[in-house]
C-alpha cells in the first residue's frame, strides 16, 4: 500500500467546487496553484491567498494515479 503525503480528502461537498473538479474521499491533495501541499496548514495557506472566482490547479493522487484539475475556488 503506497503511502502519499499531502491532504487526505475524507468528504466532498456534492454541491461545491471540488465536486465539478471531481474530487473525491480517498484522494490525496499534494500541490494548490504550484505550492506544496503536504498538511492542511499548507492548503488553507494556498486557497486562503486566493480571491473568489480564482481558478487554480489542484494536483491530486488517486489510487496511485497523479492527477491535475482546474479549480475555480467560490
Do not use: K, S, T, W
Given at each position: 500500500h503506497p503511502r502519499y503525503h499531502?491532504?487526505?480528502v475524507e468528504e466532498v461537498?456534492?454541491?461545491g467546487p471540488?465536486?465539478?473538479?471531481?474530487?473525491?474521499?480517498?484522494?490525496?491533495?499534494?500541490g494548490v496553484a504550484g505550492l506544496?501541499?503536504?498538511?492542511t496548514t499548507d492548503l488553507y495557506r494556498a486557497l486562503g491567498s486566493l480571491p473568489p472566482g480564482s481558478q487554480v490547479w489542484i494536483n491530486?493522487?488517486?489510487r496511485g494515479q497523479a492527477l491535475k484539475g482546474r479549480l475555480t475556488l467560490q
Open positions: 499531502g491532504v487526505l461537498d456534492p454541491r471540488a465536486a465539478r473538479l471531481p474530487l473525491l474521499p480517498g484522494d490525496h491533495i499534494d506544496d501541499v503536504d498538511n491530486v493522487f488517486r
